[in-house]
């Protein structure tokens, strides 16, 4: 689960055939956070990429309470996110993002390996 930015990523869920199990997985985080979120299973990536980093950065800016109750939530390791750089809001809640989609790939990978 190494990869170096969001687009590689997504295309390994792609590949993976669990690019539709993460969109069902982001939903269903963003919903136990109480933060609407709507993706359509045909979103192509670019265009997820792009909706969780503006959700992630109106969190940042405008709701702080409910973009930490979204990172205990999705469960972003602790070390992961205290390794962001801090430049500013938007690169901020671009490497946020891709915390978050790492962490629920994992999940999605690990239920899709060990549910059989």
Known sequence: MNFPNSTELLQNAKD?????????QLEKDFGLANIPIDFSLDVEPADLRATLHEKVYFLILEKFVDYLNLLYIVDVPEKDFKEIQVTDAVEVAEQVSFLILKRELQ?????ARYSH
């Open 107 to 111: 999940k999605v990978w690990l239920k």
């Open 16 to 24: 993976q055939g669990l690019y539709d199990k993460l969109v069902i």
